[in-house]
Structures are given as C-alpha cells and as structure tokens.
C-alpha cells in the first residue's frame, strides 16, 4: 500500500488543523492505521493509531484529549485533528500502515510509511 500525506502548514498555538493520509490500493480497511511525528534532532514518536474499523482509538498521553484520529474505508483516508495546538506540536507527522492484529506504538512494527507532511506551531 502507499500512502500520501498531506494537510500540514503554519499555526499559532491554540489553533487546529487536520492531516490526511490517502492509502492506494483496495486493501486499505485490512490495515491498522497510526500516526507518528518527528521533531528536528528527536526520535520519531507514536502519536496515535486506529483499529481497522475505526472502533479502537489509542493515543500518546501527550496528545490525548487534543488529537482525534479517524478513518473512512469508503475513501481509503485516515484522519488526525489536532485541535489546541502547542509548539511542542512542532514536527514532520508521518502516517503508517500497519497489515498484523494489534494497535502498536512502536514505528518498528508498522509495514508501509507514507511521507512527513509539517506541522509547525508558532507561539
């Protein structure tokens, strides 16, 4: 599966934006979704991840309460809405496919990776 991200840009703190993550390929609702982000001279880190119906959400603490992830198989998207946004929101936000049972947030058990789109938060 391939996957395309898009939908990051500048905003101040407190403001929102949502990421989309196309997938290509008809076996899109057979994967888990997560998303994952990664700050200059930082590790990437798991953000948030979603079961293949949609009907199980896990999230960072850090994000929880603030981030809502989604999908829709119809469209073979994933979603994140990031309401609240903090500067330390600042990243590349990478969005991942994951074909094995289990919501995961470790990067290395995710198969297929689509490209960072940047967020970045201004104070």
């Known amino acids: 599966v391939q996957l395309q991200a898009s939908g990051g840009g500048l905003v101040q703190a407190g403001g929102s934006l949502r990421l989309s993550c196309a997938a290509s390929g008809r076996t899109f609702s057979s994967y888990l979704m997560g998303w994952f982000r990664q700050a200059p001279g930082k590790e990437r880190e798991f953000v948030s991840a979603i079961s293949w119906s949609g009907g199980s959400t896990y999230y960072a603490d850090s994000v929880k309460g603030r981030f809502t992830i989604s999908r829709d198989n119809a469209k073979n998207t994933v979603y994140l809405q990031m309401n609240s946004l903090k500067p330390e929101d600042t990243a590349a936000y990478y969005c991942?496919?994951?074909?094995?049972?289990?919501?995961?947030?470790?990067?290395?058990?995710?198969?297929?990776w689509g490209q960072g789109t940047q967020v970045t938060v201004s104070s």
């Open positions: 991942a496919a994951r074909g094995r049972f289990g919501l995961s947030r470790d990067s290395g058990q995710y198969d297929y």
